[in-house]
């Protein structure tokens, strides 16, 4: 299952990944994150950097919701980066959004020079999941955060299916997500944290998202 996580799939599912992603509820899911930024620094603008940007979907939301922010989107392909890169500028978020092809294991940033590292159903397909915390603590200054929303091992509440029966991107996503989640492991209200805590993380916790089917976990660098 690991060959599914390869760059070269997101290379050519990248316009389908665009269609089924741009839906409320996953916006909505990502503007959640910033709920855990840092408080608003006088003078200067947050430093944010989403991992596994994708097609810029959490990038703009936190964008949006964040006008203290400046955000960084990284990717290891190179298409999502395209669409990325399109979707801000439709948006008129260009000028406050950058885009990176690197990879996050390896990141191309100095130590502590970011506020926040955020990502978005991302951290489950890295085959070296402690490498990129590792990393994402690296390059974050002292207080700086780390939040992410990853799917769920556990049970749901059934009712988001049941009330958004129509809304056929966020079903199609979500059937996707499920076994595709299942098949490389998922996060729980016990090993997120965890995970975060052996990266170096303080603070650490857990929220339910999505009714359950996703969990943010987020975690200080002291």
């Given at each position: 299952?690991?060959?599914?996580?390869?760059?070269?799939?997101?290379?050519?599912?990248?316009?389908?990944?665009?269609?089924?992603?741009?839906?409320?509820?996953?916006?909505?899911?990502?503007?959640?994150?910033?709920?855990?930024?840092?408080?608003?620094?006088?003078?200067?603008?947050?430093?944010?950097?989403?991992?596994?940007?994708?097609?810029?979907?959490?990038?703009?939301?936190?964008?949006?919701?964040?006008?203290?922010?400046?955000?960084?989107?990284?990717?290891?392909?190179?298409?999502?980066?395209?669409?990325?890169?399109?979707?801000?500028?439709?948006?008129?978020?260009?000028?406050?959004?950058n885009y990176v092809l690197a990879d996050a294991t390896a990141l191309p940033f100095a130590d502590r020079t970011l506020d926040v590292t955020t990502g978005h159903s991302f951290l489950?397909?890295?085959?070296?999941?402690?490498?990129?915390?590792?990393?994402?603590?690296?390059?974050?200054?002292?207080?700086?955060?780390?939040?992410?929303?990853?799917?769920?091992?556990?049970?749901?509440?059934?009712?988001?299916?049941?009330?958004?029966?129509?809304?056929?991107?966020?079903?199609?996503?979500?059937?996707?997500?499920?076994?595709?989640?299942?098949?490389h492991g998922r996060f729980d209200e016990k090993n997120f944290p965890n995970a975060l805590a052996r990266a170096g993380f303080k603070n650490t916790g857990t929220e339910l998202a999505?009714?359950?089917?996703?969990?943010?976990?987020?975690?200080?660098?002291?």
């Amino acid at each position: 299952m690991r060959l599914l996580n390869r760059p070269w799939i997101f290379e050519i599912g990248a316009d389908f990944y665009a269609w089924f992603n741009s839906n409320q509820l996953w916006r909505e899911s990502c503007a959640r994150l910033a709920a855990y930024f840092p408080p608003p620094q006088r003078g200067r603008k947050l430093r944010v950097l989403d991992l596994g940007c994708g097609h810029g979907v959490t990038a703009i939301a936190l964008t949006q919701v964040r006008p203290d922010a400046n955000l960084i989107g990284l990717d290891l392909a190179t298409r999502m980066l395209e669409h990325a890169r399109r979707h801000s500028v439709r948006v008129g978020l260009n000028t406050r959004i950058n885009y990176v092809l690197a990879d996050a294991t390896a990141l191309p940033f100095a130590d502590r020079t970011l506020d926040v590292t955020t990502g978005h159903s991302f951290l489950y397909l890295v085959p070296d999941r402690a490498g990129v915390l590792h990393e994402a603590y690296r390059v974050l200054r002292s207080g700086g955060r780390y939040v992410s929303m990853e799917p769920r091992d556990g049970k749901f509440d059934a009712s988001i299916i049941r009330d958004n029966w129509r809304n056929a991107r966020f079903l199609i996503s979500m059937f996707l997500w499920r076994p595709y989640s299942k098949a490389h492991g998922r996060f729980d209200e016990k090993n997120f944290p965890n995970a975060l805590a052996r990266a170096g993380f303080k603070n650490t916790g857990t929220e339910l998202a999505l009714g359950g089917l996703g969990i943010i976990g987020y975690g200080q660098k002291e």
